[in-house]
T-cell receptor, first 115, second 111 residues
Framework: SAVISQKPSRDICQRGTSLTIQCQVD?????MFWYRQQPGQSLTLIAT?????????ESGFVIDKFPISRPNLTFSTLTVSNMSPEDSSIYLC????????????FGPGTRLTVT | GQNIDQPTEMTATEGAIVQINCTYQ??????LFWYQQHAGEAPTFLSY????GLEEKGRFSSFLSRSKGYSYLLLKELQMKDSASYLC????????????FGKGTRLHILP
């Protein structure tokens, strides 16, 4: 298993500003992901955070809006840039543990409100 | 492309049994997961199926039929704490083995 922490747990931000979310894992993991979950919706994959190289973004998400860093195998950051109210959501960090079932574990999430 | 369909909401009674269905389409099926998510919390792993058949884990069981693109999650002896959203998710080889989530089923348990 893996224990994941995220900072901040929540924030209220003004339109046009940026917020960086940190994700820390208690063990080295190869695969780390960032998801978004808008109110009442399921999880949408934003990108895969790759260690030592640029993140791989899903359709509809771009690096200029959601820059991601992955300096090592236990840490990643996601920045939500030039925020608008539509960015209000929960952002979740997730890691994959390749045991018998390739489980994904999720961090507690960061609840972002943009005013 | 990829599609994961599950009912939006279900209601069941404490002590009863409920079955949550999930159908999917992938370009390269490589495993199906069920997650539980309580309101305001992160999803937690419930089960994993990669071969056809039933996987039982306590009060929860999950079934998979790859030929039909179909799975269900069976919850027995329902308890009030089982009120949550249940997310069906599929690993897709056609998308670099990423896990893609369905919209989830909100399960309401009545006393």
């Amino acid at each position: 298993s893996a224990v994941i922490s995220q900072k901040p747990s929540r924030d209220i931000c003004q339109r046009g500003t940026s917020l960086t979310i940190q994700c820390q894992v208690d063990s080295q993991v190869t695969m780390m992901f960032w998801y978004r979950q808008q109110p009442g919706q399921s999880l949408t994959l934003i990108a895969t955070a790759n260690q030592g190289s640029e993140a791989t973004y899903e359709s509809g998400f771009v690096i200029d809006k959601f820059p991601i860093s992955r300096p090592n195998l236990t840490f990643s950051t996601l920045t939500v840039s030039n925020m608008s109210p539509e960015d209000s959501s929960i952002y979740l960090c997730s890691v994959e543990v390749r045991g018998s079932s390739y489980e994904q574990y999720f961090g507690p999430g960061t609840r972002l409100t943009v005013t | 492309g990829q599609n994961i369909d599950q009912p939006t909401e279900m209601t069941a009674t404490e002590g009863a049994i409920v079955q949550i269905n999930c159908t999917y389409q992938t370009s390269g099926f490589n495993g199906l997961f069920w997650y539980q998510q309580h309101a305001g919390e992160a999803p937690t792993f419930l089960s994993y199926n990669v071969l056809d058949g039933l996987e039982e884990k306590g009060r929860f069981s999950s079934f998979l039929s790859r030929s039909k693109g179909y799975s269900y999650l069976l919850l027995k002896e329902l308890q009030m704490k089982d009120s949550a959203s249940y997310l069906c998710a599929v690993r897709d080889r056609g998308r670099d083995d990423k896990i893609i989530f369905g919209k989830g089923t909100r399960l309401h348990i009545l006393p």
